[in-house]
């Protein structure tokens, strides 16, 4: 199986239409459906079902295609690794990024070191811990920006300098809109909006034996999606401070919950892993600026 013919399949597969992914590969009609019959027999598994103007993947083409994208990303990684190594001015890093205002920090870190690097080139990808930590696993992205504390038998890690306040955001015109802050008592049968993740790991330390009384309404894997479905007045989002508009004519307020409840954020990255030199480089500028915890380096 050839990184070739998995770049033609996902083409395929992204385009559903054999002629324009043919003209997007630069190659013949013909060229391409012998390639992906031959995939095919390799496999021994039917990837596409043909329509009259499109094609359609099977289940074994879904599956192919998520493992192909992973076998790309990672062949295009270790090319731009090996042909940054006699880069003296750049080369490649790649982030995955959860949701927090403290991503200002990492923001200004890569633009105090493309200063130095000028031929930096950064990639990145957002998502919750499970989508990152995948990624970092299979070798996709170089570091991880997490919003729970990593496994330190897995992985290695710098604190983020500050910490991500939890509350609630709240139509303006909401009653609770008038509170300092928001207790236990003011959730209980609220149609709360929250991410899975959140769910069951940060709101669980705050609200202890008092869950149980509390209402997911729906999740969402991005706060801003939340905040649009809480100006609708469908529910109460929680999530930290600062990722929401809440200014003067938002029409949202936030509202930090007491107690009050923090969740750290860390840098990550995997344990003995084998930097390029960019990458390498750019962790060494990290650990200088962040003020690290004792242990975790």
Same mark, same amino acid.
């Not at 459906?33 to 496999?43: F, T």
């Not at 990303?73 to 949701?99: H, R, V």
């Not at 015109?173 to 991410?195: M, N």
């Given at each position: 199986?050839?990184?070739?013919?998995?770049?033609?399949?996902? &083409?395929?597969?992204?385009?559903?239409?054999?002629?324009?992914? &043919?003209?997007?590969?630069?190659?013949?009609?013909?060229?391409?459906?012998?390639?992906?019959?031959?995939?095919?027999?390799?496999?021994?598994?039917?990837?596409?079902?043909?329509?009259?103007?499109? +094609?359609?993947?099977?289940?074994?083409?879904?599956?192919?295609?998520?493992?192909?994208?992973?076998? +790309?990303?990672?062949?295009?990684?270790?090319?731009?690794?090996?042909?940054?190594?006699?880069?003296?001015?750049?080369?490649?890093?790649?982030?995955?990024?959860?949701?927090?205002?403290?991503?200002?920090?990492?923001?200004?870190? +890569?633009?105090?070191?493309?200063?130095?690097?000028?031929?930096?080139?950064?990639?990145?990808?957002?998502?919750?811990?499970?989508?990152?930590?995948?990624?970092?696993?299979?070798?996709?992205?170089?570091?991880?920006?997490?919003?729970?504390?990593?496994?330190?038998?897995?992985?290695?890690?710098?604190?983020?300098?500050?910490?991500?306040?939890?509350?609630? +955001?709240?139509?303006?015109?909401?009653?609770? &809109?008038?509170?300092?802050?928001?207790?236990?008592?003011?959730?209980?049968?609220?149609?709360?909006?929250?991410?899975?993740?959140?769910?069951?790991?940060?709101?669980?330390?705050?609200?202890?034996?008092?869950?149980?009384?509390?209402?997911?309404?729906?999740?969402?894997?991005?706060?801003?999606?939340?905040?649009?479905?809480?100006?609708?007045?469908?529910?109460?989002?929680?999530?930290?401070?600062?990722?929401?508009?809440?200014?003067?004519?938002?029409?949202?307020?936030?509202?930090?919950?007491?107690?009050?409840?923090?969740?750290?954020?860390?840098?990550?990255?995997?344990?003995?892993?084998?930097?390029?030199?960019?990458?390498?480089?750019?962790?060494?500028?990290?650990?200088?600026?962040?003020?690290?915890?004792?242990?975790?380096?």
């Amino acid at each position: 199986m050839e990184i070739k013919t998995l770049r033609y399949f996902l &083409a395929v597969a992204r385009e559903e239409n054999m002629t324009r992914a &043919a003209e997007i590969l630069h190659v013949t009609q013909p060229t391409l459906s012998k390639q992906l019959k031959a995939l095919e027999d390799e496999l021994g598994k039917k990837l596409f079902t043909r329509h009259s103007f499109s +094609i359609r993947l099977t289940e074994e083409g879904i599956l192919l295609r998520n493992r192909a994208a992973d076998l +790309i990303g990672m062949a295009d990684k270790i090319e731009q690794e090996f042909i940054s190594l006699d880069d003296l001015t750049g080369g490649d890093l790649y982030f995955g990024l959860a949701e927090s205002y403290q991503i200002q920090y990492l923001a200004r870190e +890569i633009r105090s070191f493309k200063q130095n690097y000028p031929g930096l080139r950064y990639h990145i990808t957002s998502g919750d811990t499970e989508q990152v930590i995948e990624k970092l696993d299979k070798g996709l992205l170089d570091f991880t920006v997490l919003a729970e504390s990593p496994d330190p038998s897995k992985y290695e890690y710098v604190p983020f300098p500050d910490t991500d306040v939890w509350g609630l +955001i709240i139509p303006a015109d909401d009653k609770l &809109a008038k509170k300092k802050t928001i207790g236990i008592d003011d959730l209980v049968s609220l149609p709360l909006f929250c991410s899975d993740q959140s769910w069951e790991n940060d709101i669980p330390r705050w609200a202890g034996e008092r869950m149980r009384d509390l209402h997911l309404e729906g999740s969402f894997r991005l706060a801003f999606n939340g905040s649009m479905f809480t100006k609708e007045h469908l529910g109460y989002l929680l999530t930290f401070n600062r990722l929401i508009d809440t200014s003067e004519n938002s029409g949202l307020v936030f509202r930090p919950l007491s107690p009050r409840l923090e969740t750290n954020l860390y840098l990550v990255w995997k344990k003995y892993q084998a930097f390029s030199p960019i990458a390498s480089r750019f962790l060494t500028q990290i650990k200088d600026s962040f003020q690290t915890v004792p242990g975790t380096l």
